[in-house]
């Protein structure tokens, strides 16, 4: 399995971000992806998930409305929106994946990872 992520930008605050993971290698069944902040100097954080299969998604406290994940499935590739962006969102963004999970905002929870997508908020 291969997570590709894309879209991260330097950007004024007060914009929208969409940034991109793309999955390859995937069997048909369905996964659990998610997105995990790390900001500089802290450790990484879940923000949202979702299962492919059913499309229920799963958000940190307070990220829901500054944030939105989204499945394109026939694209293989999961989305975060970031809306109304902050300084505070200032970190490298990273995918993740697995098969299974009992917590899908946990990092340790999941065995794929992409390599981050920087985001920089000014």
């Known amino acids: 399995v291969q997570l590709v992520e894309s879209g991260g930008d330097s950007v004024q605050a007060g914009g929208s971000l969409t940034l991109s993971c793309t999955a390859s290698?995937?069997?048909?069944?369905?996964?659990?992806m998610a997105w995990f902040q790390q900001a500089p100097g802290k450790q990484r954080e879940g923000i949202a998930a979702l299962n492919t299969g059913g499309g229920v998604t799963w958000y940190r406290d307070g990220a829901k409305g500054h944030f939105t994940i989204s499945l394109n499935n026939a694209k293989n590739t999961v989305n975060l929106q970031i809306h109304s962006l902050e300084p505070a969102d200032t970190a490298m963004y990273y995918c993740a994946a697995a098969r299974w999970v009992h917590f899908p905002l946990r990092s340790d929870s999941y065995n794929y990872w992409g390599q981050g997508t920087q985001v920089t908020v000014s």
């Open positions: 290698g995937l069997t048909d069944d369905t996964y659990y």
